[in-house]
Protein backbone atom coordinates (compact mmCIF):
# COMPACT_ATOMS: atom_id res chain seq x y z
CA UNK A 1 0.00 0.00 0.00
CA UNK A 2 1.57 3.50 -0.64
CA UNK A 3 2.82 5.23 2.14
CA UNK A 4 3.85 9.27 2.83
CA UNK A 5 7.36 10.20 3.59
CA UNK A 6 8.55 12.84 6.22
CA UNK A 7 10.07 15.32 3.92
CA UNK A 8 11.75 18.62 4.26
CA UNK A 9 11.80 18.29 0.32
CA UNK A 10 9.05 21.66 0.72
CA UNK A 11 11.13 24.46 -2.29
CA UNK A 12 9.27 27.33 -3.74
CA UNK A 13 8.89 25.86 -6.62
CA UNK A 14 7.65 22.28 -5.42
CA UNK A 15 5.28 24.09 -3.22
CA UNK A 16 3.77 26.00 -6.83
CA UNK A 17 3.77 22.54 -9.33
CA UNK A 18 1.56 20.89 -6.29
CA UNK A 19 -0.09 23.72 -6.24
CA UNK A 20 -0.57 24.32 -10.05
CA UNK A 21 -1.48 20.48 -10.25
CA UNK A 22 -5.24 19.61 -10.70
CA UNK A 23 -5.37 17.09 -8.63
CA UNK A 24 -2.90 15.82 -5.48
CA UNK A 25 -0.20 14.66 -7.27
CA UNK A 26 1.59 13.15 -3.62
CA UNK A 27 4.77 14.76 -4.85
CA UNK A 28 6.31 14.53 -1.48
CA UNK A 29 6.02 10.94 -1.43
CA UNK A 30 8.08 10.19 -3.70
CA UNK A 31 10.68 7.21 -2.76
CA UNK A 32 12.72 7.83 -5.63
CA UNK A 33 12.82 4.32 -6.68
CA UNK A 34 13.19 4.64 -10.33
CA UNK A 35 10.36 2.28 -11.10
CA UNK A 36 8.58 5.16 -13.46
CA UNK A 37 11.44 5.90 -15.63
CA UNK A 38 12.53 2.14 -15.97
CA UNK A 39 8.69 1.83 -17.11
CA UNK A 40 8.59 4.89 -19.11
CA UNK A 41 8.38 3.96 -23.11
CA UNK A 42 9.52 8.16 -24.03
CA UNK A 43 12.39 7.34 -21.42
CA UNK A 44 15.43 7.23 -24.28
CA UNK A 45 14.50 10.80 -25.24
CA UNK A 46 13.75 12.81 -22.03
CA UNK A 47 16.86 14.94 -20.60
CA UNK A 48 15.83 13.50 -17.22
CA UNK A 49 13.71 10.62 -15.88
CA UNK A 50 10.98 10.85 -14.29
CA UNK A 51 12.67 10.03 -11.06
CA UNK A 52 15.00 12.92 -11.62
CA UNK A 53 12.99 15.37 -12.59
CA UNK A 54 10.84 14.95 -9.43
CA UNK A 55 14.59 15.42 -7.10
CA UNK A 56 14.60 18.47 -9.49
CA UNK A 57 11.16 19.98 -8.56
CA UNK A 58 12.14 18.69 -4.83
CA UNK A 59 15.29 20.93 -5.17
CA UNK A 60 13.82 24.11 -6.49
CA UNK A 61 15.32 23.80 -10.18
CA UNK A 62 12.28 25.50 -11.52
CA UNK A 63 14.52 26.90 -14.70
CA UNK A 64 16.03 23.54 -15.37
CA UNK A 65 12.25 21.54 -15.00
CA UNK A 66 10.61 23.91 -17.02
CA UNK A 67 13.05 23.41 -19.51
CA UNK A 68 13.43 20.00 -19.77
CA UNK A 69 11.81 17.74 -22.41
CA UNK A 70 10.91 15.27 -20.65
CA UNK A 71 7.50 16.12 -19.79
CA UNK A 72 6.96 17.08 -23.93
CA UNK A 73 7.87 13.53 -24.21
CA UNK A 74 5.36 11.99 -21.90
CA UNK A 75 2.77 10.12 -24.16
CA UNK A 76 0.37 10.22 -21.09
CA UNK A 77 0.35 6.56 -21.34
CA UNK A 78 -0.36 6.09 -17.40
CA UNK A 79 1.58 3.14 -16.87
CA UNK A 80 4.85 4.82 -14.75
CA UNK A 81 1.13 5.52 -12.49
CA UNK A 82 0.35 1.91 -12.76
CA UNK A 83 3.62 0.74 -11.68
CA UNK A 84 4.55 3.65 -9.03
CA UNK A 85 4.34 1.96 -5.54
CA UNK A 86 3.48 5.57 -3.84
CA UNK A 87 0.47 6.56 -5.81
CA UNK A 88 2.12 9.47 -7.49
CA UNK A 89 0.30 11.66 -10.50
CA UNK A 90 2.85 11.22 -12.21
CA UNK A 91 0.76 11.83 -16.10
CA UNK A 92 -0.84 14.74 -13.96
CA UNK A 93 2.93 16.33 -13.11
CA UNK A 94 3.66 15.97 -16.72
CA UNK A 95 1.16 18.10 -17.53
CA UNK A 96 1.13 20.83 -15.06
CA UNK A 97 4.20 21.04 -16.14
CA UNK A 98 3.49 21.56 -19.66
CA UNK A 99 1.22 23.74 -18.69
CA UNK A 100 3.45 25.96 -16.54
CA UNK A 101 6.38 25.67 -19.11
CA UNK A 102 3.83 27.22 -21.78
CA UNK A 103 2.90 30.02 -18.90
CA UNK A 104 6.28 30.88 -18.28
CA UNK A 105 7.51 31.17 -22.32
CA UNK A 106 9.65 27.86 -21.65
CA UNK A 107 8.32 25.94 -24.15
CA UNK A 108 9.84 27.42 -27.47
CA UNK A 109 13.44 26.84 -25.56
CA UNK A 110 12.43 23.30 -24.53
CA UNK A 111 15.17 20.22 -26.38
CA UNK A 112 12.67 18.58 -27.38
CA UNK A 113 11.89 20.78 -30.46
CA UNK A 114 8.76 18.39 -31.97
CA UNK A 115 7.30 18.41 -28.41
CA UNK A 116 5.33 21.90 -28.53
CA UNK A 117 3.81 20.32 -31.51
CA UNK A 118 3.14 16.62 -30.19
CA UNK A 119 1.14 18.33 -27.06
CA UNK A 120 -0.68 20.07 -30.29
CA UNK A 121 -2.14 17.16 -31.14
CA UNK A 122 -3.36 16.48 -27.78
CA UNK A 123 -4.90 19.67 -27.72
CA UNK A 124 -6.61 18.67 -31.19
CA UNK A 125 -7.88 15.72 -29.61
CA UNK A 126 -9.67 16.98 -27.02
CA UNK A 127 -11.14 19.94 -29.33
CA UNK A 128 -12.41 17.36 -31.27
CA UNK A 129 -13.72 14.09 -29.11
CA UNK A 130 -13.67 16.40 -25.80
CA UNK A 131 -11.20 14.09 -24.29
CA UNK A 132 -7.29 12.94 -24.50
CA UNK A 133 -7.00 9.73 -27.14
CA UNK A 134 -3.88 8.10 -25.88
CA UNK A 135 -3.31 5.45 -28.42
CA UNK A 136 -3.47 7.78 -31.32
CA UNK A 137 -0.56 10.27 -29.45
CA UNK A 138 1.57 6.92 -28.54
CA UNK A 139 0.91 5.72 -32.41
CA UNK A 140 1.85 9.10 -33.94
CA UNK A 141 5.14 9.67 -31.43
CA UNK A 142 6.35 5.98 -32.74
CA UNK A 143 5.90 6.77 -36.24
CA UNK A 144 6.89 9.96 -35.85
CA UNK A 145 10.17 9.64 -33.99
CA UNK A 146 10.87 5.75 -33.50
CA UNK A 147 9.43 3.59 -36.25
CA UNK A 148 11.90 0.99 -35.62
CA UNK A 149 10.94 0.31 -32.02
CA UNK A 150 7.16 0.65 -32.90
CA UNK A 151 6.48 -2.97 -32.73
CA UNK A 152 8.98 -3.40 -29.63
CA UNK A 153 6.37 -1.88 -27.71
CA UNK A 154 3.55 -3.89 -28.75
CA UNK A 155 2.86 -6.13 -25.28
CA UNK A 156 3.14 -3.03 -23.82
CA UNK A 157 0.14 -1.58 -25.73
CA UNK A 158 -1.21 -5.45 -25.52
CA UNK A 159 -1.24 -4.65 -22.10
CA UNK A 160 -2.79 -1.87 -21.41
CA UNK A 161 -5.40 -2.29 -23.67
CA UNK A 162 -5.94 -5.44 -21.85
CA UNK A 163 -6.53 -3.22 -18.70
CA UNK A 164 -8.85 -1.23 -20.43
CA UNK A 165 -6.27 2.28 -20.03
CA UNK A 166 -6.23 2.44 -23.97
CA UNK A 167 -9.63 2.57 -26.18
CA UNK A 168 -8.99 1.65 -29.85
CA UNK A 169 -10.81 4.10 -30.84
CA UNK A 170 -11.51 8.25 -30.13
CA UNK A 171 -14.65 8.48 -28.23
CA UNK A 172 -16.68 11.74 -27.95
CA UNK A 173 -17.72 12.99 -24.77
CA UNK A 174 -21.62 13.83 -25.33
CA UNK A 175 -22.50 16.70 -26.10
CA UNK A 176 -19.33 17.78 -28.11
CA UNK A 177 -20.68 20.67 -30.04
CA UNK A 178 -21.17 22.26 -26.41
CA UNK A 179 -17.32 22.17 -25.57
CA UNK A 180 -16.62 23.28 -29.32
CA UNK A 181 -18.75 26.74 -28.87
CA UNK A 182 -17.45 27.01 -25.43
CA UNK A 183 -13.49 26.69 -26.92
CA UNK A 184 -15.10 28.98 -29.88
CA UNK A 185 -15.80 31.59 -27.50
CA UNK A 186 -12.58 31.54 -25.42
CA UNK A 187 -10.63 32.21 -28.68
CA UNK A 188 -13.26 34.82 -29.69
CA UNK A 189 -12.38 36.85 -25.82
CA UNK A 190 -8.47 35.73 -26.34
CA UNK A 191 -8.42 37.35 -29.70
CA UNK A 192 -10.11 40.74 -28.25
CA UNK A 193 -7.64 40.96 -25.37
CA UNK A 194 -4.75 40.36 -28.00
CA UNK A 195 -4.90 43.71 -30.01
S1 LIG B 1 7.86 5.17 -9.26
FE1 LIG B 1 6.81 6.63 -7.90
S2 LIG B 1 7.97 6.56 -5.96
FE2 LIG B 1 9.27 5.63 -7.56
S3 LIG B 1 10.57 7.34 -8.33
FE3 LIG B 1 8.76 7.22 -9.65
S4 LIG B 1 7.29 8.67 -8.75
FE4 LIG B 1 8.84 8.25 -7.18
S1 LIG C 1 2.67 8.51 -18.60
FE1 LIG C 1 4.39 9.68 -19.47
S2 LIG C 1 6.01 9.58 -17.93
FE2 LIG C 1 4.54 7.94 -17.47
S3 LIG C 1 5.33 6.08 -18.49
FE3 LIG C 1 3.86 7.06 -19.89
S4 LIG C 1 5.12 8.41 -21.18
FE4 LIG C 1 6.37 7.89 -19.39
Redesign the pocket.
Known sequence: MATSTSTSRTSDFFREVVAECPVDPRLEACLQCGT??G?????PD?DHT?RTLFAMIAAGMRDAVLRSN??W?????????E?CPQEIR??DV?YTLKRMAIKAGYSAQTTAPKGPGFAQTFVDHVENYGRSFELGL?TRYYLNHRPLDALKMAPLGMGLLKRRRLDLSPRPIRQIEQLKAILDKAREIDAAHAV
Open positions: CGSCPSGMPTPYCVSCYYCMRITMI
